[in-house]
């Protein structure tokens, strides 16, 4: 066995030394076979003795070669794989603002087709003035036929109309839905909401009690 086979011996040894996981794992199976050398010489013949720590050596590097070749498409699939999860949950959690916003956008339209529909039938019976309008109101709930349900109706859908319009504000804010793209669903939006308090700051002063006299 000559020098060129310690030589080659020890420049796999460097070459393997760069990859120091593998490295640390594989080191001894590298030592005994250089280590093996001189069993192999007491063993075999001179050139059988070198073909067959070649062989070993060919072995080693193979072996571990495949190895750190496994070992850098896992590092660089499991990289990729958070690179790609990352922006999916982020969409994902993006599409469900956007839905959730786009579904309450759908229930204040049936909160205002039913409070302006129920607004419309009581305009038929309430009396816009001071002395007419609380009187109206109650013969409204207890004369009217299904008066009490239409009062009803027509109070809880402007009430639900705010506060669905605001959750829908903090619902977009939290979408992030603040590009230009998105302006013309604010200023909706934030229209509605302020439309929704101001009449129902008026249905307050239109019943003529006490609360709305003092307001």
């Given at each position: 066995m000559s020098q060129k086979d310690l030589?080659?011996?020890?420049?796999?040894?460097?070459?393997?030394?760069?990859?120091p996981e593998e490295w640390q794992e594989y080191q001894d199976w590298l030592r005994d076979i250089i280590a093996s050398q001189s069993v192999l010489q007491q063993r075999y013949r001179a050139w059988q003795a070198v073909?067959?720590?070649?062989?070993?050596?060919?072995?080693?590097?193979?072996?571990?070669?495949g190895v750190i070749l496994l070992n850098?498409?896992?590092?660089?699939?499991?990289?990729?794989?958070?690179?790609?999860?990352?922006?999916?949950?982020?969409?994902?959690?993006?599409?469900?603002l956007q839905r959730t916003a786009t579904l309450l956008a759908v229930a204040e339209l049936t909160l205002c087709a039913i409070a302006a529909?129920?607004?419309i039938m009581l305009a038929f019976y309430y009396q816009p003035t001071a002395l007419g309008a609380y009187k109206s109101l109650t013969m409204i709930v207890h004369q009217v036929a299904n008066g009490t349900i239409i009062l009803s109706l027509h109070n809880i859908a402007g009430n639900?109309?705010?506060?669905?319009?605001?959750?829908?504000?903090?619902?977009?804010?939290?979408?992030?839905?603040?590009?230009?793209s998105w302006f013309t669903g604010w200023l909706s939006g934030i229209c509605l909401t302020l439309t929704a308090i101001g009449l129902s700051w008026t249905a307050i002063v239109l019943t003529w009690e006490q609360t709305g006299f003092w307001r």
């Open positions: 030589e080659l011996a020890g420049r796999i040894g460097r070459w393997a030394s760069h990859f073909l067959i720590f070649r062989w070993r050596l060919l072995y080693f590097v193979v072996y571990v070669a850098q498409l896992k590092n660089l699939f499991s990289v990729r794989e958070v690179m790609v999860t990352q922006p999916i949950l982020l969409n994902r959690y993006r599409y469900i529909l129920t607004g639900g109309l705010i506060v669905l319009a605001l959750i829908q504000i903090v619902v977009m804010f939290l979408g992030r839905e603040f590009w230009l």
